[in-house]
């Protein structure tokens, strides 16, 4: 009997992180041929991701230069991705998520007449600049699509308004969430001292994080200028911020945090202890559409500080709240969260919308029955 050839396209940590779960679970399969291509769109992060989850890419286009324009990752992963096609013939491409990758893997797989299948389809924000380019690149991907593997049942019926047929929309979960049960351990032990040092059970630790382009500015002072006063306002509050490399966004944390000793300004960290300090802090403030996902499951409250989301079953489940970037917003906003008890509870066992880390299993098994 014919293997189905599936090949999986990544170029990000986001999407390696979210595509491991469904690279292990082809691999498992004797009637699935897996075969592995990453543009390393970003290259140093993507590659922490292969390591943690022991993936060995089948190709690697390499295309990352430093201070690459969306146009050169757009025509260098097309030109490298018609290459690859165009040797192994896939049954079926698989992209996940909202990267120039995803949007360019669809475009070189259409042009060789390759199914393509969209993990993680039918976000939006209603906003094609926000985030940019991400909305744009899922609502392409979107028209060249094959199967559409939704998140939520929100998802779902974004395309069906957008007129996609339903016998191509597959609910499943967010692969994220299988990702999370691989890498998160109770006696998990930092490489970064500090980390180790911090007291998660008597200090209630925020988990900052902010990188968002639309976000850089007055919008990011205004963020930074109310996480700094509730650290002030609560003894026993303090914050860890995993800062961003872009030197704009460093510039703005060390000018508004970087006196203040109860916030640890520290570099990124690979995906592995990110998620494993994200088990131990108290809550959760981001602009990272991510992290929506990832908190609930580890029972954290999340405060986005972003003016939409493309993911609002969080918010609409009660594992998240959508704040801003005003001020007065996010300073309200977490002292509420703070001085409230009651409410924090119920955000932190608010039910997870995105589901229960069975995504891989259901998407690799609508492939096979499909084809």
């Not at 260098?76 to 998520?97: H, M, N, S, T």
């Not at 592995?272 to 959760?284: A, I, W």
Request: hydrophobic content about 40%.
């Amino acid at each position: 009997m014919k293997r189905l050839k599936v090949m999986t396209v990544f170029g990000t940590r986001p999407e390696g992180i979210k595509m491991a779960p469904i690279i292990k679970e082809l691999e498992k399969r004797e009637d699935v041929e897996s075969i592995i291509c990453v543009t390393a769109q970003h290259r140093e992060m993507l590659d922490q991701v292969l390591k943690i989850f022991d993936i060995e890419p089948d190709y690697d286009l390499n295309i990352f230069e430093p201070g690459q324009s969306l146009t050169k990752i757009t025509t260098r992963a097309l030109e490298g991705l018609e290459r690859v096609i165009a040797k192994e013939k896939p049954d079926v491409l698989l992209v996940q998520g909202d990267t120039t990758t995803v949007f360019s893997g669809a475009l070189a797989a259409f042009y060789q007449g390759v199914k393509v299948g969209h993990v993680e389809a039918g976000l939006r924000s209603g906003n094609i600049y926000s985030p940019y380019p991400e909305e744009a690149n899922r609502m392409l991907t979107g028209i060249l699509a094959e199967y559409h593997f939704c998140p939520t049942i929100r998802n779902k019926e974004n395309l069906l308004r957008e007129n996609y047929p339903e016998d191509k929309l597959y609910i499943t979960g967010n692969t994220v969430i299988d990702a999370l049960q691989y890498v998160v351990k109770d006696e998990y032990i930092f490489d970064n001292g500090l980390l180790n040092k911090i007291d998660y059970e008597n200090k209630r630790v925020i988990l900052l994080t902010s990188h968002r382009r639309e976000n850089i500015g007055k919008a990011m002072e205004n963020i930074f200028s109310a996480v700094n006063d509730i650290v002030n306002k609560y003894d026993d509050v303090e914050v860890v911020f995993p800062v961003h490399l872009n030197p704009r966004v460093r510039e703005i944390a060390k000018g508004i945090l970087g006196s203040n000793e109860k916030v640890h300004l520290i570099d990124p960290l690979d995906y592995e202890p990110f998620t494993n300090l994200m088990n131990r802090v108290y809550l959760v403030v981001t602009d990272s559409g991510g992290l929506q996902e990832e908190a609930p499951t580890l029972g954290k409250p999340v405060l986005v500080v972003r003016e939409e989301t493309e993911r609002p079953e969080g918010i609409e489940a009660g594992t998240a709240k959508l704040v801003g970037t005003e001020y007065k917003s996010v300073y309200d906003n977490l002292d509420f969260l703070l001085s409230n008890e009651a409410e924090y509870t119920k955000m932190a066992k608010a039910v997870n919308p995105y589901g229960d880390g069975t995504a891989a299993k259901k998407i690799v098994d609508i492939l096979l029955n499909a084809n």
